[in-house]
């Protein structure tokens, strides 16, 4: 089991360099949250070397959970 400790040395451990892919990030992140039942579409840029990651969280008909982050 991972802690929450972990975690986030993993996600900071992630190059995030503007003008770098941030693919390696982005899969972790959909994959952690496929873990967790989650599921999540990724949107990627012209040129495929970044995306953007989408994953709705809650009720759907009510609205739920937005996390915004810059990568």
Known sequence: M???????????AFPTVSRDSNLDLIAYVRDFLGGLGIEATLVHSE???KANLWAPIGPRDKGGIVLSGHT
């Open 2 to 12: 991972t802690t929450s400790l972990q975690h986030l040395e993993r996600l900071i």
């Open 47 to 49: 040129d495929g070397r």
